[in-house]
């Protein structure tokens, strides 16, 4: 869908906090550098601090130099800044949306998107506030744009969806998960569906396993207050991995219609086998980090982290083993793991073919961040007059080249390009949220059923001690080191 000539308002609320600073407005900064910026789109920025429009660009402007993509420019940020308004209000407090009213009804038949860039338990404030104070005006259209955690678990993943439906309609809730934004996800349905040779091979005849890893090297920096109550589990895998695993499974959608695309991610997510408490310890293993060394540098463990309870069992590293009852993929183990404080910073899918001929098997690595690209492994005869095999590769590393890098956009441009489009298979549809809570609601529950140990293991190490033997000997070969 092409975007109209009709005027885009789009308001942030929490205009001065990290994520607009980091990343909303300089992705909006990159799609002005690439001129793609709607030119009838103006940016309301809601804030409580004490900022005129004039000192609020002045303030953001070493954000934006510091975080966009492309190199600052003092051309391309004036002409940004000519689409940028201040305006400070609480938006707890009902009577100071009257300044947005005013804004908005300068602008007829305006197609309004409302990102909210604050914590979810001040979701239902705006929203309401927005409508009872008549600032969703009848000749507009209204789009509202959401960060996850979407809920800690089903009833309040429920709970905050029912409020959001008491303004908004579910076509116009925008879920936003940033992995659905990055350029390699989107490349695996293309990778998939538009090669004979792959497409061809995507079944439990031909794949061994599938391992989809995302490490960091970080720890839990400055959110001890959130990660305690959270864990590795419910941080990632409830949303980053099983988006991941939901592309790389599922069944290819019908004329890239967007509903046959969310049916088919959450029917991969539906299909999941069930975890019992008798065999947890064969499918789930869960780690803390402890101190250690990361680039040369010591580092404290969990325990001793702002914020931290000092006795916190609550897991830093999450690995599955996992299957999916489906004739696709009937017994095809499926791993997912997740980190902070590891040797790697790497987000991978690897899809290990079965060997043949005892001969390494053949592996599809799609490499999502840092660095971007694919790289298939296969057999050939090594050269000379023995029939010795050896293993040869082909790569396409799409951030080695320098236009790719420029010309790809990052996740939260891909994003609020989509959403300007008003297209939403980039987001999270609220199926896919309520079957990944049901499913990790019960992993939780299995896992305090069994009391299961949470291991400790050196920052900078490839985990717990017990990864060695819980995923096949082969992944330490393959991974990204």
């Known amino acids: 869908m092409a975007i109209g000539k009709h005027p885009i308002l789009f308001t942030i609320f929490g205009g001065t906090g990290d994520l607009t600073y980091r990343k909303l407005l300089p992705a909006l900064y990159n799609l002005m550098a690439v001129k793609v910026f709607p030119e009838q789109l103006q940016v ?22 510091k975080y966009a993509r492309i190199p600052f420019s003092e051309n391309v940020f004036s002409e940004f800044l000519e689409h940028v308004q201040y305006v400070e209000m609480n938006f707890t407090v ?8 005013d804004v908005y009804s300068k602008y007829a038949n305006a197609q309004q998107l409302y990102y909210y860039a604050v914590a979810p338990e001040f979701f239902s404030v705006i929203s309401n506030n927005l409508l009872s104070c008549n600032c969703m005006l009848d000749s507009h259209t209204h789009q509202v744009l959401i960060e996850k955690p979407f809920g800690h678990d089903e009833d309040s ?71 305690d109550q959270t864990g590795a589990i419910k941080d990632m895998v409830q949303n980053h991995l099983f988006q991941i695993l939901s592309i790389v499974l599922m069944e290819e959608p019908k004329d890239n219609d967007v509903d046959s ?7 991969v997510i539906n299909q999941l086998r069930e975890i019992r408490v008798e065999t947890i310890k064969d499918h789930v293993l869960l780690g803390q980090y402890d101190s250690g060394t990361i680039d040369d540098e010591s580092v404290i463990g969990y325990q001793h982290e702002a914020n931290v309870e000092t006795s916190s069992n609550t897991e830093t590293f999450a690995a599955l083993k996992m299957y999916v009852d489906s004739p696709t993929y009937e017994n095809v183990p499926i791993y997912l793991q997740t980190g902070k404080r590891l040797d790697v910073r790497s987000t991978e899918v690897l899809v290990v073919f079965k060997s043949v001929n005892n001969q390494r098997p053949n592996v599809l690595t799609i ?10 492994t296969f057999n050939a ?58 499913f990790v609601d019960h992993l939780i529950d299995v896992i305090d059923q069994a009391q299961l140990e949470v291991e400790l293991y050196p920052s900078g190490s490839s985990g717990p001690k017990s990864l060695d033997t819980f995923l096949p000997k082969s992944y330490f070969e393959f991974r990204t080191k």
Not at 44 to 65: A, C, D, L, M, N
Not at 367 to 376: H, W
């Open 157 to 227: 993943a429920t709970k905050l969806h029912q409020q959001l439906l008491d303004v908004f309609s579910e076509e116009s809730i925008y879920r936003i998960d940033h992995y659905l934004g990055k350029e390699m996800i989107q490349n695996i349905m293309t990778l998939r569906f538009q090669n004979m040779l792959f497409q061809q091979v995507w079944n439990k005849d031909a794949i061994d396993y599938i391992s989809i890893t995302a490490s960091e090297t970080v720890g839990i920096e400055n959110r001890g207050s959130y990660y």
């Open 261 to 267: 695309l969310f049916t088919n991610q959450v029917e």
């Open 94 to 101: 009902k009577e100071d949306y009257s300044t947005l009213h």
């Open 381 to 438: 005869k090594k050269p000379g007059n023995s029939q010795d095999v050896v293993a040869v590769s082909m790569d396409f590393c799409q951030s080695c080249v320098y236009e790719n890098r420029v010309n790809t956009p990052e996740a939260y441009e891909r994003l609020l390009f989509a959403a300007f489009n008003k297209d939403k298979s980039l987001f999270t549809d609220w199926s896919m949220v309520l079957s990944s809570w049901r």
């Open 44 to 65: 309301i920025v809601v804030g409580r601090k004490p900022f005129t429009t004039q000192s609020y660009s002045e303030h953001i402007k070493p954000w934006i130099s």
């Open 367 to 376: 490499r999502i961040s840092p660095d971007e690209g694919v790289y298939f």
